[in-house]
């Protein structure tokens, strides 16, 4: 039994919350809005926090804005410093984070340190990039001159952020953004607050033991108006925006029309090639865990199976089989494999998908539905169902966020991969295969369109290490490992010239 009481006070949780922080220093707003947050678990509220207002909103930026002047003073390694403790302070409180991201989001309590070791693992990252943040070397055309690049801090990074990672993708963009100079202020789902405000409180621990200034990690809780407010915001040079295509086309559009940056990690549409050299068995637990997982609730859950017709018939016998195994019920019991949704909007949503795929003719060999009673009364827990299906409806072609996985069989496998990417989004994509030329062809120009790809793994998931993110409506941005750190910076090329006389480029005279 988790004795959520106790770990709401290790957080440092209390029953009203204030609305926002500067680091060490919480305020309460200049208004009286709260929000509630419910477990989906069991319906009960867990605490409240209140809500920024626009003037609050203000004095948070204000504070950014003097904290980024001396920030970006301080060298990079001594900023990873702070980083590799506050992966410490995680390491010290996973157990409970985790746990409280598993009742207020309701993925499972291994999802929830999963999610929590994702975090001490991009700190990590961020703490040998902070040694590494590489400029190039050139060799300029003319004589005497040296010709290098170099990165430089790039001001406020503002996070907008999801439900269903309520705390990794924070630390993805946090992490980075310190260790390169910059502040943070972020804008956590109204959703999930209280693990917002639990982050907060692990890493002002951190601030307070080396001396930083408030203003390097700033939390304003609200729903999307505080969103908007930092999309327009022209002191706010970068945009980090995580939530549906349809948040990110207003966050695109608001910054773009500023010129600001934005960098958008927007919903999926993720397909498995099951082609007919697939290790079927292999090929099974990628696909269920990747449909039903977080209840289907990540960007990356395999929304979509695309099934040689070879194998159509005994893959859809092993899938039938497999979901009437499935336990639903608590996350916070290691036994069950699938939890609620986030609320009862989107059960709602769920059950208007399935009506929607059967109005299109979606034929369901694993029926839908709604649970009731005993451990059921959040009104959040529902059937992960199967529907035959064509690609081009128009519910398959868009984003549910819940577990309905959708079948669709194939000859050849350039129809195959046609089909894969023939939907508006480009987030992850698999092929099931152990046919070396079906991979390379995948993998190859004319294979996937998505940001991630990836052989004889699901769709779902991916390792801090690769810069996470996928195309069109994806939205184009990476976060997280390889060089996605660039985006959190600002590109200077530098030439200076050590001769007596001053060369134009390109042979150019000026004489006079
Ligand atoms: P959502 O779009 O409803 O909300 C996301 C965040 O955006 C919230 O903080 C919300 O307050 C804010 N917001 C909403 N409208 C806004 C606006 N007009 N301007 C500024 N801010 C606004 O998404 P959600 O339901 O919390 O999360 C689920 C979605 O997130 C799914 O589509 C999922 O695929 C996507 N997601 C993508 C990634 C990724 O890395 N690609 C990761 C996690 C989730």
Redesign the pocket.
């Known amino acids: 039994e988790t004795n959520i009481s106790a770990i709401l006070k290790q957080l440092g949780i209390e029953s009203i919350n204030p609305a926002y922080s500067t680091g060490q220093n919480w305020a309460s707003p200049s208004n009286e809005k709260i929000i509630d947050s419910h477990s989906p678990v069991d319906g009960k509220k867990i605490a409240s926090v209140q809500v920024a207002s626009a003037k609050d909103y203000d004095q948070v930026v204000e504070t950014a804005q003097k904290a980024f002047l001396h920030w970006r003073t301080v060298p990079a390694p001594k900023r990873g410093e702070m980083v590799r403790q506050f992966g410490e302070e995680l390491r010290k409180n996973k157990e409970a984070l985790g746990t409280l991201v598993s009742y207020e989001m309701g993925k499972s309590l291994q999802e929830g340190f999963g999610e929590v070791q994702e975090m001490i693992d991009i700190c990590d990252f961020a703490v040998g990039l902070s040694r590494q943040l590489y400029g190039l070397t050139m060799h300029s055309e003319r004589p005497s001159h040296r010709m290098y690049e170099q990165w430089h801090p790039i001001g406020i990074v503002g996070i907008?952020?999801?439900?269903?990672?309520p705390v990794a993708?924070w630390s993805w963009n946090t992490a980075l953004a310190w260790v390169c100079g910059n502040v943070c202020i972020w804008?956590?789902?109204?959703?999930t607050p209280l693990t917002a405000v639990a982050c907060q409180h692990i890493i002002s621990k951190v601030l307070t033991a080396n001396d930083v200034p408030e203003g390097v990690s700033n939390l304003v809780i609200g729903?999307?108006t505080i969103?908007?407010l930092?999309?327009n915001d022209t002191r706010i040079p970068l945009v980090s925006?995580?939530?549906?295509?349809?948040?990110g086309k207003?966050?695109g559009a608001?910054v773009g029309a500023r010129l600001g940056k934005s960098l958008l990690?927007?919903?999926?549409n993720n397909a498995i090639i099951i082609s007919s050299a697939a290790d079927l068995d292999m090929s099974i637990i990628g696909a269920v865990f990747g449909a039903v997982g977080t209840a289907g609730?990540?960007?990356t859950s395999t929304r979509r199976l695309i099934i040689h017709e070879s194998v159509y018939e005994a893959f859809k016998e092993k899938l039938v089989k497999a979901y009437g195994q499935l336990r639903i019920g608590n996350p916070l019991d290691q036994h069950n494999h699938v939890g609620p949704l986030i609320d009862t909007d989107a059960v709602a949503s769920y059950l208007d998908s399935i009506a929607k795929c059967k109005a299109e003719g979606g034929n369901f060999v694993v029926e839908g539905g709604v649970l009731s009673g005993g451990d059921y009364t959040s009104g959040c827990y529902v059937k992960p169902c199967i529907a035959e299906v064509k690609n081009d409806y128009q519910i398959v072609q868009h984003?549910t966020?819940a577990p309905i996985l959708y079948l669709i069989k194939y000859k050849e496998l350039d129809e195959a991969i046609a089909l894969q990417n023939g939907v508006p989004q480009g987030?992850s994509s698999a092929i099931m295969t152990l046919n070396l030329r079906e991979a390379e062809q995948f993998l190859s120009a004319q294979g996937s369109d998505c940001g991630i790809a990836n052989v004889n793994i699901g769709t779902s998931g991916a390792e801090i290490g690769g810069a996470?993110?996928?195309e069109k409506e994806?939205?184009g941005g990476r976060?997280s490992g390889s060089d996605a750190w660039k985006a959190y910076m600002r590109r200077q090329t530098n030439t200076i010239n050590y001769s007596n006389t001053l060369p134009l480029a390109q042979g150019i005279k000026f004489d006079f």
Not at 241 to 247: D, L, N, W
């Open positions: 907008i952020s999801a439900f269903n990672f993708v804008k956590p789902s109204e959703k729903d999307r969103g908007e930092m999309s925006a995580t939530g549906s295509t349809r948040m207003a966050v608001a990690e927007l919903g999926g609730q990540r960007c984003e966020f987030l996470f993110g996928g994806t939205g976060e």
